[in-house]
């Protein structure tokens, strides 16, 4: 499995403009990249969708597993991997996304259920 780069994850954690487009359910066409907040955790970057598993998004990337991000500036081609629902994991998630968005309105439902059980681990391809 490949990783991303420690390099490539301290860009990640700094920036703030992740856009993603997983595939249509063709496999070959990429969808209309969505504005989301992203967040490093150890190795992993991770997403959440605002509207939870109902996210058009992420039924999308939960079906076809891989698409394109768009982040610090350039394009990568990647796949999309349920995050686990293991607790410790899950507060971890919720750390980083109170400290990267911490002056935001909208970090506090970010750390739902909703939004949490629609955490998904963006990979390398």
């Known amino acids: 499995m490949k990783k991303w780069t420690v390099q490539r994850l301290r860009a990640f954690a700094n920036a703030d403009d ?3 487009s997983p595939f249509y359910s063709d496999g070959q066409t990429y969808g209309t990249p ?9 190795e992993h970057l991770y997403v959440r969708a605002w509207n939870g598993q109902r996210s058009s998004w992420y039924q999308a990337a939960m079906s076809q597993r891989a698409g394109r991000i768009y982040l610090d500036g ?3 081609q990647v796949g999309f991997s349920p995050s686990t629902s293991d607790a410790d994991l899950t507060a971890r998630i919720d ?3 109170r400290q990267k968005y911490q002056d935001s309105a ?8 909703g939004p949490q059980s629609a955490t998904v681990e963006i990979l390398p391809a």
């Open 18 to 20: 992740l856009q993603i």
């Open 34 to 42: 969505t504005w989301i907040w992203s967040v490093v955790v150890g």
């Open 74 to 76: 350039q394009t990568f």
């Open 95 to 97: 750390a980083a996304y």
């Open 106 to 113: 909208y970090v506090q439902p970010m750390l739902t259920a």
